[in-house]
């Protein structure tokens, strides 16, 4: 048998020839020298695993074989050719999923490239042109409520820019995208935050005259509490709203007791404190909450209902909901739903009247009762629209109260579905509480049928007329609003927050028809065009919130610390999620992202939403873990988290898993926020909205 033995190669001729120069055969041999490395070894090699020299046509331990020395082909595409993948690709994601596999169906025997190009950016083109043509009656007859028609997805962030509206740019690759679209975002925050504070002077040149201690036992510098009352009464006040900020203030100087009481300034500190507007801040928050709470249980002791009680009871509220207190948030709702029915200011789910029910005191001032009722009504029915939290009351009607109105205000666009009188009303509160008590009184309907009864059934006919009407309705009013009360930079930040809270509206009007693939095409029977269906409404919406956002963020300095307008972010991150197909869609992910992040340096709550999203973005594919990462190093740690303890709010995230099971008995279910050690954890829990099908 012919036995196959391994060719001997010729030893190396240069080796040779230096022993042979040098007349001494038996000299030692030359130290090793060390391994070549090369990129890519032949496949011959790669087989055997054995040392190749990389050596082009043939390498060394190929030579004189039978087998041919062949490489793979790493050179890679060139970047052009790069750019033309990433760009085919993000064409198709942006159509319909039929739509792209017609596409792959057309080009499938196409070997031109630039063919397939010029097919894929024509398509493009016309689904871009049809997208307008749809938004174009909404946007034509509702200049108001749809202000933003420009391509928002050419904006670009300067650096510490205030004044103009903007977006980051992406790069082609994802990778690359989510990486620079952090970088711009991020040299915007930091734009904003290396400016130098400049506090802000007080609303009222009367609080300069106020004796803190008048009303409260923590010991707390005068100018820092009327710092904190005046930043409140700006801020947040045009949109909250329950006490007349005139009386409240002249009683504040006077220590009078009649429009001020020590439990309703208390509670107002404690909501103001947690700003950060001062190293101290947060333990003086703490001791303001202790202080209110001890002045609450003698108030209820005693049985004393008045709108004084009735608005610290928000108070607290709000503060427990931005420290992520979500128990309390929910007992201090319900005292005041309580407290508001038995005063006969509205009437809330559940309410027996009786003789205990008290109709309204005549004795009692008309214009404290008006901020009162109609302020507790609109956030309540806030929380209970936006939140869906277990024990959440909705009131069953309106405030039986006219609508508080500027003096000066112009009525002759407004839709007067109420009574309203006139009151005088100080500069910074503007006319936005009016406007938002007749916004929320046409989501109160919505709420109490979506969410606190559930009898609609849904996919039927009358479901989507029930929710056309509605949208109809915030439509008019919209187109009531006089100029100070549009959506431009010249105004105050509260008309911009009203805005999104409008906008966000629409989203949950019409998300229950978004899990149904015929009724998000379904046409909306009072529009002329065809094309105006639910995913249209939806996507408009969607736009228009992200020209908020951006506008918001860039142009007032409360985006940092109020904390009213966030629900408009969760939505947003939502919606980006799940479609992921836009160009620049990262970009306005991370807007949202270190928007959460800029509030959680006041509001605790914030951090732990943000953890949740970042969780959400991360399993999706949303982000690199580099950029979770960065915005996890960018939230820190707060020096209250040690103060305050654990967190649970049961805000719901992930909307998508919001949507009605066939195995949950009618029960939705989502992401909620609980983190008892700062450690986010997100479960899926019922939630208190009972849909009917």
Known sequence: ???????????????????????????????????????????????????????????????????????????????????????????????????????????????????????????????????????????????????????????????????????????????????????????????????????PDLCDPRLRSVHIARW??????????????????????????????????????????????????????????????????????????????????????????????????????????????????????????DMGARMGLFTVEGQVLSGACQSMPISEPRIPQMYAAWGIFNWLTLMSFFYHQPGIICPTGSPRLPIPIAVSLDVSRMPLAHDTERVPSPSFMGNTFTYACLLWDIVREVSWVYHAKGDLPWGSRSSLAFAEFKFRELLAWSNGLPSQMESKETNPHHVHVLHLWLHAAILDIFRPFMRDAALMERRLKTFARTTTTPRTVCDISTSQLKGLIISYRVTYASSSYSILWHTALIYVVNELLETMKEENWQSYLLLCLYGYERLSRSWRVARAITKGLLSMALRRGGISSGVAIRVLNALGHSSSDQLLGGIRATFMLDLARARVEPTTGGYRRGFWVRDRRMTPQMTAQPVISRISR
């Open 216 to 337: 409260s036992n923590v010991g707390i510098d005068n100018l820092l509490a009327v710092r904190c009352i005046s930043l409140y009464l700006v801020t947040d006040h045009p949109l909250l709203g329950h006490f007349d900020p005139e009386l409240f203030i002249s009683d504040l100087v006077s220590g009078r007791r009649e429009f001020c009481s020590s439990l309703l300034v208390n509670a107002l500190l404690y909501w103001a404190c947690v700003r950060a507007m001062d190293e101290r801040t947060d333990e003086l928050a703490l001791r303001f909450c202790a202080e209110a709470e001890s002045l609450w249980q003698d108030e209820r002791t005693n049985g004393n209902d008045s709108v004084l009680t009735l608005a610290a009871a928000e108070f607290l509220s709000l503060g427990y909901l931005g420290q992520g207190k979500d128990h309390s948030v929910l007992k201090y709702l319900k005292e005041a739903a």
């Open 1 to 199: 048998m012919k036995r196959h033995y391994v060719p001997i190669r010729p030893s190396n001729p240069v080796y040779e020839e230096r022993e042979l120069e040098r007349g001494d055969v038996s000299a030692p041999l030359e130290p090793k020298r060390r391994r070549v490395g090369v990129s890519v070894a032949c496949n011959e090699c790669r087989r055997k695993r054995i040392r190749c020299d990389g050596q082009k046509p043939v390498c060394t331990n190929c030579r004189g074989k039978i087998e041919s020395c062949q490489y793979r082909d790493k050179s890679g595409m060139s970047p052009e050719t790069k750019g033309h993948v990433v760009e085919v690709v993000q064409a198709l994601c942006q159509l319909p999923v039929s739509d792209a596999i017609q596409m792959l169906d057309k080009v499938r025997h196409e070997t031109d490239a630039l063919r397939i190009m010029s097919t894929l950016r024509e398509q493009t083109a016309l689904l871009s042109k049809e997208r307008s043509s749809r938004a174009q009656e909404l946007q034509s007859q509702n200049p108001t409520a749809y202000p933003w028609n420009f391509p928002l997805g050419t904006l670009t962030v300067s650096r510490g820019s205030r004044s103009k509206k903007s977006t980051p740019d992406s790069q082609n690759a994802p990778e690359s995208t989510k990486d620079s679209a952090s970088k711009h975002i991020e040299s915007l925050d930091q734009g904003k935050a290396h400016e130098k504070w400049h506090e």
